[in-house]
């Protein structure tokens, strides 16, 4: 199995070590793994790498390498924040640093006149200003060569109609193909909240991201995929990978890529659905 989306304490709002995340890992079945913790960023600092832990950062990684080598591949990657005007800011982080793989994600949307809007911010993401925004920044994000990957694009599905979504998204489609951004396929969609039409309540046990309607059509315009679980919590290690791969699997998925020094690995999904099932519980 491959994990190309993973995070631990120096994300500061995720818990375990880097070994200890690694050690989750294994047992969940992960044989390559991109440790993709927050970059450091001015808004929400503090739930963030702080650049002087970078290096302490990376080090714990490369003594996970050696320590587990053979057991698992472990890559050294972050997941930046992209907003407007965060281009210079990141493009001078990432000249600093060599990385495996590199995620662009918008987690913070500024709309006018409204403070700032987090994405799971569940109510206020079908307001038509907020959407606005959004999509134009998804749009610059991708269009900005600096990322491998969009993290959680269709993270929305949490609080929109997928028919708005998947609307927003048409004029989006040709980008990824032809940015060579992929498309991530996040599965903290299927342990995460997202708001029920009806009640407006938040509800658990549905299945919000990633989209299964977008999928076709992004494989039409030849998008390449990476597969994260998202984990924040050693426990989460590897979590619906395997259930997401299955179910996507029969809507036209055939390769899934990983990053390993910027340049891209295309593995069959079928390769990855045979793999030897997890050991939790036998040990
Ligand atoms: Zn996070
Ligand atoms: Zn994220």
Wanted: glycine fraction near 8%; charge should be negative; hydrophobic fraction near 40%.
């Amino acid at each position: 199995m491959i994990d190309s989306h993973s995070h631990t304490f120096y994300s500061k709002h995720a818990i375990g070590t880097v070994d200890e995340l690694v050690r989750a890992s294994i047992k969940a079945g992960v044989k390559i793994l991109t440790i993709t913790d927050h970059a450091p960023f001015a808004v929400d600092a503090n739930n963030r790498l702080l650049v002087c832990e970078l290096d302490r950062y990376f080090a714990d990684i490369e003594r996970a390498q050696k320590a587990y080598q053979g057991e698992i591949t472990i890559l050294r990657g972050l997941e930046f924040d992209y907003m407007p005007n965060s281009d210079t800011y990141n493009r001078a982080l990432l000249a600093q640093y060599e990385l495996d793989f590199v995620i662009g994600s918008i987690h913070y949307v500024e709309v006018p006149g409204e403070p700032m809007v987090k994405v799971w911010e569940l109510p206020r993401l079908a307001a038509q200003a907020f959407l606005d925004r959004y999509f134009a920044d998804l749009q610059a994000l991708l269009e900005s060569g600096l990322f491998d990957a969009v993290g959680h694009a269709d993270t929305l599905l949490r609080g929109v109609d997928a028919d708005v979504v998947q609307r927003r998204f048409e004029p989006l489609l040709p980008l990824f193909a032809r940015n060579g951004v992929a498309y991530e396929l996040n599965a903290s969609g299927i342990r995460k909240s997202s708001l029920d039409a009806g009640s407006g309540r938040e509800v658990h046990g549905v299945w919000s991201y990633p989209s299964l309607s977008l999928l076709p059509q992004l494989i039409e315009h030849q998008a390449t995929f990476t597969v994260g679980s998202d984990t924040h919590d050693p426990r989460d290690a590897g979590a619906g990978i395997g259930e997401m791969l299955a179910t996507l699997k029969p809507l036209g998925l055939q390769t899934i890529s990983y990053y390993e020094r910027r340049r891209r690995i295309d593995v069959p999904v079928n390769t990855l659905l045979c793999s030897v099932p997890a050991t939790d519980g036998l040990t």
